[in-house]
């Protein structure tokens, strides 16, 4: 399930920005790669125009960008974003396990032990993939949806879609996905323990050593002159 897209389709347009998200999800379409309106009109079995209405509507979201004499393509996630988007959900999350433990149930720790024992089963039996960066990222949504705040949710949603859906997987470390497989069993340790500033404090650790594994993506791709422009 694509944990991404709560966007319900009226349009061709819109029908055509789903799908395109998707691709964007599944990493059919990656960052910095170019789109050519009329391969996708073809994909699609349509014409340009709602293509292009597709286009400018994740445009305005960030995901797609648009160059003069070169048109259309995928947006890379910069070092200054990236750098907003963690101060936020260092900010909100530790919020999130403060909720999380005034209102978590038997049912909701085991749907999210259930979400951190998944990510556990993908490091330990397969390569980094995309696949993975949305594991992570439904094991943090889970303790939002525990926290019982709708609008924390959508923002958490947004965030983690910008970080990981703008990023070349190839890029991250696969070693951190270790790191952080054991980090979320302590994270949930101290959730089901009731042990609020144990809790806290490792989810705000969680999220700078994180933050240190993107942004240093970032800026050793940059040293290597690998940024990808259209």
């Keep these: 399930m694509n944990i991404f897209n709560t966007f319900k389709p009226v349009s061709t347009a819109e029908q055509i920005y789903v799908e395109l998200k998707k691709m964007l999800f599944d990493y059919q379409i990656v960052p910095g790669q170019k789109l050519q309106c009329q391969d996708l009109a073809e994909k699609f079995k349509v014409s340009r125009t709602p293509v292009k209405d597709a286009l400018n509507m994740l445009g305005k979201e960030g995901y797609i960008g648009l160059k003069h004499n070169k048109g259309f393509y995928v947006v890379e996630i910069g070092l200054k974003e990236a750098e907003e988007l963690y101060e936020i959900r260092q900010a909100i999350e530790t919020l999130a396990v403060r909720k999380a433990i005034e209102k978590s149930d038997r049912e909701s ?103 240190k594994n993107v942004l240093g993506a970032l800026i050793e791709q940059r040293g290597l002159g690998l940024n990808r422009k259209p």
């Design 109 to 211: 720790l085991k749907l999210l032990r259930q979400a951190m024992e998944t990510y556990s089963e993908d490091v330990r039996g397969r390569m980094l993939s995309r696949k993975r960066l949305i594991l992570d990222a439904n094991f943090h949504l889970k303790i939002a949806e525990i926290a019982r705040n709708e609008s924390l949710v959508e923002i958490l949603r947004m965030i983690f879609s910008k970080i990981y859906l703008k990023h070349r997987v190839e890029n991250l470390s696969p070693q951190r996905s270790v790191m952080a497989d054991k980090e979320h069993m302590e994270i949930y340790q101290a959730i089901y323990s009731k042990e609020l500033s144990v809790a806290m404090k490792k989810m705000e650790r969680h999220i700078v050593l994180g933050r």
